[in-house]
């Protein structure tokens, strides 16, 4: 129906973006974490949001649906608040937002990847899901060490 089709095609693009979102901040972690963990969990969402994008890229090739360079406004805002920041509030700052971010992603996956459509888009959800559930993980135990 064109409304599954239209709900996919909002769901794919905004976990793109949410891909590149994760890419550039994980970047940022990467560059400028004073914890070593939070530096390797920086890593850890480069390689893990790379190799969602792949996916998801050939989902929405396949679904028609324009693959979109940007990265969420709430992703954009982030980054520029932790341009501004160094040391332990960078970390503490990134790690929250990890937190708040990865939380509200598992429930968007899980929302979509227990859609009875079963289409592409709810299957590419279901497989994503364990990554974000356990990006969550990692961020609520860093937290703990940056608090």
């Not at 959800?125 to 356990?134: F, G, Q, S």
């Not at 990006?135 to 060490?145: D, P």
């Amino acid at each position: 129906s064109a409304n599954a089709a239209e709900s996919d095609s909002a769901f794919l693009t905004k976990a793109i973006k949410g891909d590149n979102s994760e890419i550039a901040l994980g970047q940022l972690a990467q560059e400028k974490a004073n914890n070593a963990s939070v530096k390797s969990f920086g890593q850890v969402l480069v390689n893990d949001h790379t190799n969602a994008k792949q996916q998801a890229v050939a989902v929405a090739k396949d679904l028609k649906v324009p693959v979109p360079g940007a990265m969420l406004p709430e992703a954009k805002d982030e980054q520029a608040k932790l341009q501004n920041l160094s040391g332990s509030a960078f970390d503490k700052e990134f790690v929250d937002y990890m937190v708040k971010d990865h939380k509200k992603d598992v429930s968007d996956f899980r929302n979509e990847a227990s859609n009875a459509s079963q289409s592409e888009v709810a299957q590419l959800a279901k497989k994503t899901l364990p990554t974000l559930e356990r990006h969550l993980s990692i961020a609520e135990q860093l937290k703990t060490q940056v608090e």
